[in-house]
Every structure is written in structure tokens, then in C-alpha cells.
């Protein structure tokens, strides 16, 4: 540990953090561009100059480790006025393009004008060095040179995060400038984090560009359904639609980033989306639909439901309650047919399913494959798009009954003789457990779209209407019974988050 | 018609990997390779820093910044006589200013400019460290020094055979 | 009348100085052999006690540097900076072209001091003659055995490489010049760690300049004394001044430290050109503070006397300038360096150089106004005291020279004078 004064009052922090570090955790923010905790520290941008007693020049807090006796000053005059300074030149040649960026709203530059500059313009707009606009770095990334503050921030991620040097600054002095290779682009599949942390306009999402004001997101805490990494992410939506999925910083799973794929796998939650009931004689109402459910499970001789590695721990343990509630002699089965992909040392899974430890751990993972070879009379598939991963299982489905319980018009979905919707991860709580037996709880952000409901109420309906007892008050009584049910889900993962990443 | 990729001469190969143990790490040859590139091949194109980028282990990006970042690696086109007129203090004191603009107008280019058939580039360059012999110019790899519009003139009037 | 103090300039005056023959029938390597023969600490302490300071510029105690190397290190780089590029110095060249050997000899010493088995000569790209020198000359000592496995019969090796800059002022920044030998951009690193500590591929690195290094086999043949019995108490030994501009004589005169910068200006260097009037004068290179001719003719060649004016002797790049010089065009000159050789890497001088060249030229051209000159003011005081290296610190002190010596021609340049309120 090592004793140190922040502004005039004795503080204690564990050995070896910088300045940032550590006088925020005493609330103590100090303005920063170029510094990111999971990236090498280079004092670039001197915006966190802070003033240290008995050195005459002002260090950057960024690459200053705390030392036991250290006084600091971070809010004496010569800072404030070399943090205004600071801004000055930085906004020397910045582009008036606050009107047009979309970076308005989450920009350092203005943040740290309104905290720290406030200083009239000395510059004639003729006067700015003009660069290069719109220049397109890859298929999720935009970059605008002009608004570029050269922090190096993105070419430090690509190089230490990533493990490739893609993204170099050319050039020298007031000339330099972020680039590829000319000719080439951003190839490395974790490209769009140099969105999230350049602090100003100069990397954007291809993706999200133009599309909403951001002060009129509303946003929530989720995990990202594309692998069995459970990324922490904030899913973001406007108008019940979401509009674009940023990485959460949980230093224990996946440290501040997310994958290029992760990031874009959303739109199937805007899209495609089951709005009603549909049967062989048309729409129902939900009831109704409950109703159509009983029915067909009744008539049948045999009936399999399937679970799927893409339900919630929550709604997996409401399909086996509803198993032994309502179809005892049903067979029960969870599985995946999605086809893995390559995973890598970084954050991807090849398992491209959020909660195959979840379903293992509830008992429900088997032979899915030889479970629908025995040509059940009745199939009814909770959130899994086999027909989509299969299309040859279609033959053994021939002139069988498929219920499913869809989010989206997806292949299954349209051969079942009735689809009910259901809620997406985006609009109801869940928990899911990730490769490492971690439990994480997302959180909706969007409300039901169109008549879809959580599966484990679409459970409740058919098992009443099967004549069976099946009920939870709420959301929370149903994860209650979840954990208490299966300890070894263990109890949700709080999400640590990273540190000085406000910017 | 395809041009080829650029390839090392085996001699040259040779005397990179000799140049190689003399260095701990790969990338620290760099400069030393660019140098033989520009030599070797007139100039620094994009093959060549592709080239370069395999010989010392590392991406054609990081090559890229820094033939952009330093001035002597030519980068557009090869050309035959680099000139590189001094334009700093000392030889602005004794007349630098105007060898400068006579080579302008016999040139027919600014500074900063290449003749369209590649034959000579006019660069307005910083301290050659020839204060004391000023007015004074590099081309390609030659000073030439306490300069006259006079020493010029006969200069060009061999580069222009 | 002052005369020159010829100790490094000694065997230049010879046919084929540079060639190894030559060099050693005049001496050369004599120091190196005794100094391989005596502990390494032995070296660090003669060293120390001649007071020889950094010739490069920031005129640091070179023993002193040497023994900031820490005690257990298992490998130890020694750097030559041989970047010449400081506006109106040419004096490393002249060693380089004239007596390479001088400069080896010094090498070796240094490396046996310091426990170096490898030394990487970092020479600036421009540099024809003095590389083919240089290299000519290395090929030589590793032929006659001086350099290589076997350095001068001492059973230890010193190698030496010399590696080519291609065109950037701010590799002769310490750090800066290491980057660039590692491959990366010319771009000082931050300070701490020293190089002495992390340095070259993270060892620790001495780095000297070119002329430091050739003041060592004098001082190890001759004796701390000998060396201290030349020039002053804190500037012992000579100076190898370049002297340019509006002088009758340019070049490279070797004085020792003390003697009047009148007498180095009127009696070595012929005096101002076509016997005009002294106007201005630049002592160590163009990031030293200008001077009037009363400051510079009251002042002597060396570290203190020239500091207690606000200048510097710095790298002894003496620009002379005649009573026909317009100091803004001057300042035009030095501004646009300045902005040519940033490296960008901090906010304050990447966007500060570039700013105040535009404006410096802005009223050299006669379209400046009095707020511009304001602003010129608060940029050079604004670019200080808050960046990686001292650039900034040696754009800023010609900046600010300039305009508070020469105001009056400042003034007179703008375009809204006629509105200004200071009379002339």
C-alpha cells in the first residue's frame, strides 16, 4: 500500500496504480484522452497533467505510479489553466462538425470544453488543416481524419489487444494522420472497439452512422447471445428498435471489448420478428393459441420438447417444471445444432450458444439428434432454430406436429404447424451461464414486441390450458426457484468494471 | 501488364542477414532495409514496403509510418536527381532564397515538386549541417556547396544531357 | 587578439587525416591502448574529474552520465549521436570527414568504460562524405583489429554499427534517436525511466555526441589536469564553434572555453561580412535565444557566461547576422524548422508549432495584426512546460528572443500598425 496527499487530504491505495487510478477512487476524475486502463499508457494528449510537489514541470497522471509521500494537486490553478491550454490546441484544428458527427452527445471534446476550456476561439475556420474525410476503413469502421486528436488510442488496441499492427499514425507533426496500409483495411475481428474508445468523432460505426441522436438511446446492461464467452455488453435501443450493442467493461470476462460479430448481432431482434400467433387455420390471440398448444399435445401419442443452449437458465428450468407439470411422459431433451466457428485466444467461444453450461447444469443436455430420430408424434421446440441448422431434419419432422415457441419468422418457426412469439433476450430479465460456469443476468432495454411474451408465461398458459398448475407472481419468484433448484448456477456474477473508462 | 513483386538480390539477401546478427531484434533493421530498398529499387513503393515488412517481421503499416514519417524515402515515383536545396537560417543569410527560385524557374516546378518525366524533384529541405559553406544542396547522394547561380547552371547543364 | 586552441582539430591539417595511416602515424589509438589497460572505473574517473561536458547541446557532465549506469547491468549500449541537424552547427561533420579515427579512439575508450561491447553510431541520412568516411574508417579499425572480438589485443569485444537517420532533427533527441534505431518512429519516450536505466532494446545506454566522445583520448593520454589547464573552471577543454551567416570567415574554429565571443567573431572569423554592423547573433544553434550585439559582444564562449545572458552555449552553432537582417524574416526561417521537424506525438507542440509558424509568417508577409502578435506571444508561453521533450522549449526560445529584442521590427510589420498604441 502507499500513502499518498490528493488535494490536501492523506489518502491509501494498493502499490503500483497510476494517478488516474487512484484518485478515482476517491471520485477524483481527472480529464484524460490518450489513457486507457486496458491499454499501455503514453502520455500523449497531456490533458491529465496534474501538479506534483517538489517536481517544476506538471506530470501526466496517466504514467505516473503513486509513491508513497507523493502530493498531489489536481485542480490548482496552473493545472486548470494548462488543461484549458490543452484544449485550445486540440481544438485548433478540429472541424466544426458537432452538426454532422455522430459522436455528439459521448465526445470528449466536448465534454472536457464544457469542464475544462470555455476559452473563445482564436482560430479563423480557413485557418484549419484540412485531411481526409469518410475514408472507409473496413466493413464496421468509418474514419474522419480532421476530427482525429492523435491520442493513438485505436493504434494501440489493434496492436496490443488485437495482436496486429493495422492501424498506424503517418506522417509527422501537425501532418500526422491515422491510416491503414493504403489499400487495405481494418481485417482483425475485433476492429469496431476502436470505436468505442476514441474519444472524439474520428472513428465511427459504419453501422450506426446517422441513424439516432444519441441522448435519445435508452439504454441497458445485457450479454451478448453470440458464443459461450457471455461478453458483458449495453444494448441501445430508440423507438422499442435497437439501434446498436457497445461493449460493457467487465474486467473478469471480457475486459472493456467485444468481437466485430458480437457487435452486429442484433438486428434479428428488429427483424423477422414473429408478431402474433400463427396456426394452420390462421392468427390467434395468445389464449387461443395456449389453447391450439393443449390441444395438439394432448392428441399427440408422443411428445418431445426441446431445450435450447439460447433460452435463459430461468425459462429452461420453467420448461422442465412444465415437463413434470404437465407432460410427465414427455421427453426432454436440450441441444444445438448451430454450427460452431473458429474461436481464438481472445474473447470467441466456438460454441456459439450463451448458455450451453446452464442447460448442462439444469440436466437438460442430451441426444437431441437421437431423440428426434424416435419420430415423436409431437415436437415442441422452445427457442431453437433446428430446421434453420438442419434443413435435412426436416424429413424426419414429415407429417409430425411442430409447435414452436419463436422469436423470429426463422425456418422451424414457418414449418411448425403452430408458432407462438416470444420475447428476445433484449426484452424480458434472464440469466445465462457462460464456459466457465459464470451466471449472468441480462436486462431488457426494448418492451414485448408485438403480442410476444416471456417463454416461461407462454409455459404457464398451455399448462393451464393442459389443465395443470403452473405459476410464478413474477419474474423474480420463477429466478428464485431457478437457483435454489440448481446451486451449482451458483449466484449472479456481478459485472467489475474497468476502471478510468468514463471516456 | 502485371508488374513483379520486388525481391532482394541474393547478394543483398546476404548482407541483410549478416546485418541481422548485428541487431537484437528484427524490426531495428528498418531503416538499414529501406535505405537498401531505395537504392535497390529507385524507390519506396507499396510493394517495396510490403517487402520490407516481410524481411524485418513486422506489418506494411508500421513500414508505412515510417516512410511517411521521415523525409529522405521517395514514395511517389523513382526519380533521377533529387534536389534539395537548404533553406534554413545560415544559408537564407548568404543567398539560399535565391538559388532556390532560379532552380524554380529553370526547373519549371515549385518546390515540392517533380518533373512529369521523373528526371528531377525540387525539395526545399531544412539544415544540411553546411552553414559555413551555404548557399548549399544535396542531390541524391552529393553536397554541393558555397553555391552560385553560376555553379548551378553548369550543374543542370550536365543533368539535363 | 585570440588565437585558436587546436586539440581535436590536431591532425586535420594532415594529407588523408581520415585515413588509418595517417591518423596513427600521428598518434592515433595511442589513449585507447592505455585505457584498455586500466579498469573500466579507472576511465569513468578521469573522466569525471576533466568536468568534459556533453558537446551536443545540453552540455550535461559526461563522467557524470556514466556513472548513473546502474552497478549490476548485464548488458550496457553505448549510442553515438552523430545526427548533426541543430540550424548552424556543422562541427560533428568535420570530425567525421576530417578524423574519424579521433571519434573511434574516443569509442572505444568510452565502451571499455562503460563495459560496452556494442556501439551503434547513429549518423543523420543527409550525411554523405562524413558516412563514407566514417564507415571507411570502421572498416579499417575492425581490419587492423581496434574494433571487433578482440578490441585492441584487450580480449574484449567492441562493435560498432552505424545506422543511417533518414531525415528528422528530432532523432538527436536522446530517446528520440533510440526509437528510431529500434525501429519505430523518431518519437522521444517519456522521462523516467532514463536511458542509463532503460535504454537501447531496454538496456541501459549511455548516449554521447560526437564531439564528447573525440575529447577523450586527449583527456585520457594528458590527464583530468591537463584538460582542466584549457579553458574555464566550469567549461574546461576547447570548443568547436561553427561559425556562419554574415561572416567573412565560416567555419569551424576550436577555442578554448573563456576566450571573448568578440575575439571569435572579429579576430578568427574575419568579422562581420563586408565590414558591416553587427545586428544579432546566435550563440549554440537555433534553439538558443537570440542576442543583440551588445549581449554578444560582452559575453565569452561557454556554458555559464552565456547562460547568465538567458542564452545557451548549446550545440555552438554561431549564426551572425548583419544590421541587413529583417528579424522576422529570421524568425520565418526558424518557425517553419520548427514546424517541419515536430513529431506530433504531444497536443501542445504538434499543434502549437504549426500555429505559431502560420502566424510568424502571417506577419513576416505584412498580413499580420497586433492580435497576432499577442497570440504569437501567449502560444510560445502557452507550448512550454508541458510535453514529452524539450522541443517545445527550443521552439519557444527563439519565438520569444526574437519579439522581445527586436519588437520595434515586429511592430512594424503589421498591418494595423498605424492603430497601434505603442509609439516606436
Redesign the interface.
Known sequence: MAKFTLNGVEREVPDGINLIEAALLFGVRIPHYCYHPGLSPE?????C?VEIEGIP??Q?AC?TLVADGMVVHTESEKVIR?RT??M???L??HPIDCPICDQAGECGLQKYYMEHGLHDS??AVE?K?LKRKRVDLGPLVVLDSERC??CSRCVRFCDEIAG?????????????EI??????TLENPYSGNVIDICPVGALTSKDFRFKVRVWFLKTAGSICPGCERGCNIYIEQYQNEVQRIRPRANLDVNRWWICDDGRLDYKWINRDRLLRAEGEAGAHSPERADEEAARILREAGSVLLVASPRSSNENLFALKRFRDAALPRAALVGGSFRKPWEGDRILKRPDRNPNRKGMEILGLSGDLEGALRKAPDCVLVVENDLLGDRPDLADLLRGKKLIALASNRDATAEKAALRIPVCTYAETEGSWTNFEGRTQAFHPVLKAVGESRPVFRVLEGIARALGASLEWSDFGALREETFQAAPALGSLSPSPGGGAHAL | MKTEKPRWSAARAEEIEALRRRYPTDHALLLPVLWMAQRDFGWISHEVMELAAETCRTSPAHVYSLATFYTMFELEKPIRYHIQVCNNLSCSLTGSEGILAHLEKRLGIRAGEATADGRFRLTAVECLASCGTGPAMQVNDAYYENLTLETVDALLEEWMK | MIAETILLKARMVNPDSHALVSARAAGAYRASAKALAEEPEEIVRLVKDSGLRGRGGAGFPTGLKWTFLPKNRDATYLCVNADESEPGTFKDRLILEKDPHLLIEGIVIACHAIRCAHAYLYIRGEFCLPYERIRAAAAEAYAAGLLGPNAGGSGQPIDLTIHRGAGAYICGEETALLNSIEGKKGQPRMKPPFPTNVGLFGKPTVINNVETLANLPFIVENGPDAYRAIGTEKSPGTRLMSVSGHIEKPGVYEVAHGVPMRGLIEDLAGGVRGGRKLKALIPGGSSTPVLTAEEAYAVNVDFESVQATGSMLGSGGCIVMDETTDMVWALDKLAHFYAHESCGQCTPCREGSGWIAEIVQKIAAGNGTRKDLEKLESLAAQIVGNTICVFSDALAMPVVSHVTKFRAEFEAHLADRASSSAAP
Do not use: Y
Not at chain 1, 491510416?179 to 487495405?184: D, L, N, S, V
Open positions: 502520455g500523449n494528449c497531456r490533458m497533467a514541470k506538471l501526466t504514467t494548462e491550454e490543452v485550445e490546441f486540440l485548433r484544428n482564436r482560430v485557418e488543416i486528436i492523435l496486429v499492427r493495422e492501424l498506424v499514425l503517418a506522417n509527422r507533426g501537425g501532418r500526422s491510416t491503414t496500409f493504403p489499400g487495405r
